[in-house]
């Protein structure tokens, strides 16, 4: 439950606490669950429980061959609060997990794969596993609600406090079953929402619409319950756009700014930029151009003023919003994701009801079968695939994407109906495919660098459904020689047929160089201003290299790294994705392109004005000239010359509204 946090601010009667009190009652022998991603069976959970609260929980999924399989032993005391953890099994990686936690009277002690710990403390503490379990979140909320002003310190670091938001009565045999709505907060940066059943266990957690986990035998009323964790989060998340954005009542007029043109890479120093509404309405020198009367006016002092960014790989989710802000993303295209739950946040973001930046789509298509992608669009005949590509475009998606388990076969249909259609058409390259060859059916981009290497590693490793299409990498990248014929006239092939690369490589970087017990390199600049549990996730380590083959892992990641350096030298369109954090990821995604050998205004380019044309909303956005749409960022430093300055933006402008990072930050549990 660590993915997600929470507190949704609803103060309800206490009327609504009995139903959650039963905690006390007798639990029942055993609980089961079922696991369900997008819809689909994924996995399964089981609570088999003792007299004096122990509990033994086993909880196993499975995501395109990826996925963990633990299982926990647990006991408590009178508070529920635990005294003993144990969990083995393996994490998502496959990578072997054994964690061991202990409370006694000279205080508590804790080791897993990623950390190990003591604290002498005695007041009450909550321990959340490394490894956790769905079920945790019950235990969890049944402490916090014994608990004095239902908060409760949490081991190794933080503190989690609970709102019951109310009950549910569901269907149940002929009768009526009452659930228990409650949000926690402190786990990470967003409402972490879990429903109750009336003996005090865990009865679901939507898991916010991706990988949902509900009582055996009432996997049909997921979807309601998910509606209402999304009316939560629509209130909370409301009330922080209330909060956070600030709109010029009479224009903006920003002074003394050093402006970036990522058409030319030249920054020109003490300008003026003009906003009225929405819209840029005049750039000029200073002094040069009268100021709107009311206007609100800013004195950048000779900061760095540039376009807003493009995060060009996204899977958006409420709490994407304001991390993408503060990070000077105003604009970002999700990659797959469930209809409703992305036109609802396009809805709120685009309205300014909530925080968050633009929203272009693309709609995911992906085969049935044991490594299927999360998603409910599958499709296995030439009819479904081709209903689905012209729903997503009367929808008004802008791209397609293809993934690995498609059968190959309904590649060409897919991608001329999606050009008809005036659709971009990109992806992973579905198995037994090469990356040649779906450039030469029409591929407009590729997602993710691992594809292109693998276009060369098709007779060793044919099925690409699996995580051996990371393992591939790890074995084989280092291999490769990048100034080869093959290798050169492949890269000419995606140059000569405009097709662009969307490598991501900041996702790459954990997975291949991290190290379990230390921080994902990717997030080392910034994993200690992180709520303290969002920083454990950052500790499990990446991918497990065979023995003896960690350092050639390394170089296969600096393989992938070398080939985005290729591409740029020899004019292969890049975007800027992360797959990965909102925000931070995107930061180090940056820097990333910049070691690869890409001088920084050109990454700038990049993230700004080449995302913008790919979109073909180079009118709008992408540069800070009259006319455009007001998404510009303010930053110290000059990211133009020092890339690692990206990560010092002082204000956000996003449609002509105005947020500042640092507010954001306190917000959402960020150091500033």
């Not at 099994?89 to 190990?116: C, H, I, L, M, T």
């Not at 916010?208 to 939560?232: H, I, N, T, Y």
């Not at 300014?352 to 992608?373: C, E, L, M, N, T």
């Not at 540069?623 to 990206?646: E, H, K, N, Q």
Request: aromatic share 8%.
């Amino acid at each position: 439950f660590m993915r997600r946090a929470a507190l949704c601010l609803i103060v309800l009667s206490p009327a609504v606490l009995p139903a959650v009190g039963h905690a006390a009652d007798p639990a029942p022998t055993e609980a089961r669950y079922k696991a369900l991603m997008f819809g689909n069976p994924a996995g399964a959970a089981s609570c088999r429980m003792r007299a004096g609260g122990g509990r033994d929980c086993d909880f196993e999924y499975n995501d395109r061959g990826r996925g963990p399989k633990l299982h926990q032993v647990m006991e408590v005391d009178a508070q529920g609060l635990p005294t003993k953890v144990e969990v083995t099994g393996n994490d998502y990686f496959k990578v072997p997990v054994k964690e061991a936690f202990a409370r006694e009277a000279a205080g508590a002690s804790w080791s897993s794969q990623g950390e190990s710990g003591k604290n002498a403390a005695s007041a009450p503490a909550f321990y959340v596993s490394f490894n956790n379990l769905p079920t945790d979140g019950a235990v969890l909320a049944l402490a916090l609600l014994r608990a004095k002003d239902h908060r409760l310190t949490l081991l190794p670091a933080g503190e989690a406090r609970l709102h019951v938001l109310g009950e549910k009565k569901l269907p149940a045999g002929g009768s009526t079953r009452t659930v228990s709505h409650v949000a926690i907060q402190g786990l990470g940066f967003s409402p972490f929402y879990l429903w109750l059943d009336a003996d005090g266990g865990l009865f679901a957690d939507t898991g916010g619409g991706w990988l949902g986990v509900v009582r055996e035998g009432f996997e049909s009323v997921l979807p309601d319950l998910l509606k209402e964790d999304q009316r939560a989060e629509t209130e909370y998340f409301a009330g922080l756009g209330a909060q956070l954005a600030h709109r010029p009542a009479k224009g903006l007029v920003i002074t003394g700014a050093r402006l970036f043109d990522p058409a030319t890479g030249s920054v020109t120093p003490g300008t003026t930029i003009v906003v009225a509404g929405n819209r840029i309405q005049a750039v000029a020198a200073d002094g040069s151009i009268p100021v709107p009367d009311g206007a609100q006016k800013i004195d950048a002092r000779g900061r760095f003023v540039m376009p807003g960014m493009w995060d060009m790989h996204s899977h958006l989710s409420s709490s994407d919003g304001p991390l993408d802000i503060a990070a000077g993303v105003t604009s970002a295209r999700d990659m797959a994701n469930d209809i409703d739950i992305l036109t609802a946040l396009k809805t709120s973001w685009d309205s300014g009801q909530a925080v968050g930046p633009r929203v272009h789509r693309a709609g995911f298509i992906d085969g049935p079968g044991p490594y299927a992608g999360p998603s409910k669009v599958l499709v296995d005949n030439p009819k479904d695939a081709l209903m689905w590509v012209d729903r997503y475009a009367d929808l008004g998606y802008e791209q397609i994407k293809l993934y690995s388990s498609l059968d190959p076969k309904l590649v060409p249909p897919i991608i001329t109906e999606a050009h008809r259609r005036g659709l971009r058409v990109s992806g992973h390259i579905p198995a037994f495919m090469t990356a040649e060859q779906c450039v030469k059916l029409g591929f407009d981009e590729i997602q993710h660098a691992n594809f292109l290497l693998l276009n060369f590693f098709a007779k060793e490793v044919p099925d690409t459904r699996t995580p051996a299409r990371f393992h591939a990498i790890g074995e084989r990248g280092a291999g490769l020689d990048l100034q080869s014929r093959p290798v050169q006239d492949f890269i000419h092939l995606l140059r000569d047929k405009h097709v662009v690369s969307d490598p991501t490589l900041v996702t790459f970087e954990g997975m291949f160089l991290g190290k379990a017990g230390e921080i994902d390199p990717a997030f080392a600049a910034v994993a200690d201003r992180l709520p303290p549990q969002v920083r454990r996730g950052f500790l499990g380590g990446g991918l497990q290299a065979p023995a003896g083959m960690e350092e050639r892992y390394h170089q296969g990641f600096r393989a992938m790294q070398h080939m985005v350096g290729e591409l740029y030298k020899n004019g292969v369109q890049i975007v800027a994705g992360t797959d990965s954090l909102a925000g931070f990821a995107y930061h180090r995604e940056l820097e990333l392109y910049v070691e690869a050998g890409i001088p920084a205004p050109v990454v700038l380019r990049i993230a700004t004005l080449d995302a913008a044309r790919v979109m073909k909303s180079d009118g709008e956005v992408g540069t800070v000239a009259p006319g455009m749409l007001a998404d510009l960022i303010v930053l110290d430093g000059d990211p133009s010359v020092r890339i690692s300055d990206i990560r010092k933006v002082q204000l956000v402008i996003k449609d002509g509204v105005l947020y500042h990072p640092d507010e954001i930050d306190r917000a959402i549990g960020v150091l500033p």
